[in-house]
């Protein structure tokens, strides 16, 4: 089984901050990807990446790809009350069970007003 | 659009009842997965179907079974449930590659008592 860490696990900030979560594996990934959970809902797509050392930006939110393809980052620039819930991590890895997507723990986001 | 629809929304049972969760997409996806999601645990894969015909296990199989009934309905059963089982069960789908994103249903909370 793949292990796929996230930190932090809990996250409260002022609304107008900035925040990095983080999400880390001992193996490489072929392809990474982030969710947003809100309450009573299911996961629902931020991003994927599959190229090492790749950025993405969604409007506030910047998606790093590490080099080695082992490791990601998501950033927040001015936080707002919206951006407030469950952020995932998911990896897919190559070979056997490779149609796996394992989750991390996940980073429970607060924004306070 | 329906996505993905699971049933039931809420359940509870006794302990040792058996029941079977149901799940279906109208996306043509090959891959569908099961997964269970517990405070401070993430989403952790219980069994998943990379393609119509196939099933394998992922992280937390133990107490669970699943069919792949066709393209559209991958169903999950609990042969004599257990309060360990009480959690929010999670079906999802994919079109197949590493890549693609996974559509979640809105999930089932399972009570176990």
């Known amino acids: 089984t793949q292990l796929l860490e996230q930190s932090p696990q809990f996250l409260s900030i002022q609304e107008g901050e900035n925040l990095t979560v983080y999400c880390n594996s001992s193996s490489v990934f072929s392809s990474l990807q982030w969710y947003r959970q809100e309450p009573g809902e299911g996961p629902v797509l931020l991003v994927t990446v599959v190229t090492g050392g790749e950025v993405k930006k969604l409007k506030r939110l910047t998606f790093q790809f590490g080099d080695a393809r082992k490791d990601s980052s998501l950033h927040i620039t001015a936080a707002q009350p919206g951006d407030t819930g469950l952020y995932l991590c998911?990896?897919?890895?190559?070979?056997?069970?490779?149609?796996?997507?394992?989750f991390g723990k996940g980073t429970k986001l607060s924004v306070i007003p | 659009n329906a996505g993905v629809t699971q049933t039931p929304k809420f359940q509870v049972l006794k302990t040792g009842q058996s029941m079977t969760l149901q799940c279906a997409q109208d996306m043509n996806h090959n891959s569908m997965y099961w997964y269970r999601q517990d405070p401070g645990m993430g989403l952790r894969l219980i069994y998943y179907?990379?393609?119509?015909?196939?099933?394998d296990k992922g992280e937390v199989p133990n107490g669970y079974n699943v069919s792949r009934l066709n393209k559209r309905e991958f169903s999950l059963r609990l042969e004599s449930a257990a309060p360990s089982q009480t959690s929010v069960y999670f079906c999802?789908?994919?079109?197949?590659?590493?890549?693609?994103?996974?559509?979640f249903g809105q999930g089932t909370r399972l009570t176990v008592v």
């Open positions: 179907s990379a393609s119509e015909g196939t099933t």
């Open positions: 999802a789908s994919r079109a197949g590659g590493r890549s693609t994103e996974a559509f």
């Open positions: 998911a990896g897919s890895y190559s070979g056997a069970g490779s149609y796996q997507l394992t």
